[in-house]
Nanobody, 118 residues
Framework: QVQVVESGGGLVQPGGSLRLSCAAAGTRLKPALVGWYRQAPWKQREFVVRIAANDDKDTLFSYSVKDRATIPRDYAVNTAYLQMNRLKPGDTAVYYC??????????WGQGAQVTVSS
């Protein structure tokens, strides 16, 4: 079984920064795509970002996080990160990492709670 392990959520002040991590367990294969969706209470799940593992220039960001988020990658430990800066209360949500292997095998993380509040 492939498991997606997430970490890095927490409470942060408005204007602060936070880094989420995402890694695969149970496989030695590398994903083709890495990304995040988020879901706030009583709201529909929202796309945040995705990046192609073989080309970090092939990156798509949602308008809501554009210019405030990046996805650095630690190839030594095969981990992707969602670095979010200048956080707003509207960024409060559960963030779900997903990994796509091959063309259509998608696996999801357990979710990481991000709360932006003063």
């Amino acid at each position: 079984q492939v498991q997606v392990v997430e970490s890095g959520g927490g409470l942060v002040q408005p204007g602060g920064s936070l880094r989420l991590s995402c890694a695969a367990a149970g496989t030695r294969l590398k994903p083709a795509l890495v990304g995040w969706y988020r879901q706030a209470p009583w709201k529909q799940r929202e796309f945040v970002v995705r990046i192609a593992a073989n080309d970090d220039k092939d990156t798509l960001f949602s308008y809501s996080v554009k210019d405030r988020a990046t996805i650095p990658r630690d190839y030594a430990v095969n981990t992707a990160y969602l670095q979010m800066n200048r956080l707003k209360p509207g960024d409060t949500a559960v963030y779900y990492c997903y990994l796509v292997f091959g063309s259509d095998h998608t696996y999801w993380g357990q979710g990481a709670q991000v709360t932006v509040s003063s």
